[in-house]
């Protein structure tokens, strides 16, 4: 009976040896291929095991992820159209729960706006400084963040700090005229006439005649025009 158990186990060896390469011999490759998928035929099984794992992992991954983002979404959704007393608690919530999308991060930027509407703005000017410091320069909400910055620390009358982050904006394409601007009225406020008046005629000299400067330039000098009696 033992001889007999181990024919029929040779028998059956050899029978799904002979199914994989009659298998490999349909697809007419190589000897040599065929050799080497023989000799590593166990090392081949587990690198496409954990390939598929992978793959599928990584999927499971990115439908999950879609899930987080588009349920954020509804939540800062919900959130801005809560009614003022509850809005700053509901935004919380989103920060709270979904730390990681950029759904958080505007609802962050919102409380820095709701600070500045509610007078708060050294709690304004600090989340505003705050999230700068994770947002790329080359991301549309870092001038934002810069101007709301300057803003909040100029509300705040913090001159020195707020002219940094106008000092910056002004370097921007497209917002230089806020930062001009924002340097010459915190001079004006504190009385440097003479300060906010070169600043003026520095935004003038800096866009020259580019057309798409006009209503800016009409502005600002009209500005001048203004401070020039204060003189």
């Known amino acids: 009976m033992s001889s007999e158990s181990a024919f029929n186990k040779r028998l059956t060896e050899e029978t799904k040896m002979e199914k994989v390469e009659g298998l490999l011999e349909h ?6 291929v065929i050799d080497f ?10 690198l496409l095991v954990v390939i598929a794992v992978t793959v599928i992992s990584l999927s499971l991954y990115s439908s999950y992820r879609k899930g ?7 939540a800062l959704s919900t959130a801005l159209q809560a009614d003022n007393g509850k809005k700053a608690a509901s935004l919380a919530g989103v920060i709270d ?9 505007w609802a962050r930027i919102e409380l820095a706006h709701l600070d500045m509407k509610n007078g708060e703005y050294a709690a304004a000017a600090g989340r505003y400084l705050d ?16 101007f709301g910055a300057g803003q909040a620390l100029e509300a705040d009358k913090k001159f020195a700090e ?3 982050q106008y000092d910056l904006l002004k370097e921007i394409k497209g917002y230089d005229h806020i930062g001009y601007t924002g340097l010459a009225r915190i001079e004006e406020t504190q009385g440097n006439f003479e300060k906010a008046h070169t600043i003026y005629n520095n935004f ?5 005649d580019d057309p798409s400067a006009a209503q800016a330039r009409s502005e600002i000098e009209a500005r001048i025009a203004q401070l020039k009696t204060r003189m």
């Open 162 to 164: 707020a002219a940094m």
């Open 97 to 105: 729960k979904y730390g990681n999308t950029t759904s958080a991060q």
């Open 37 to 46: 998928i023989r000799k590593y035929q166990r090392l081949i099984i587990i």
């Open 204 to 208: 003038l000299l800096n866009v020259g």
């Open 68 to 74: 987080v983002v588009e349920d954020a979404a509804s």
């Open 27 to 32: 697809f007419n490759l190589p000897p040599k």
């Open 131 to 146: 999230e700068l410091k994770s947002v790329d320069k080359a991301s549309p909400l870092y001038s934002l963040l810069l």
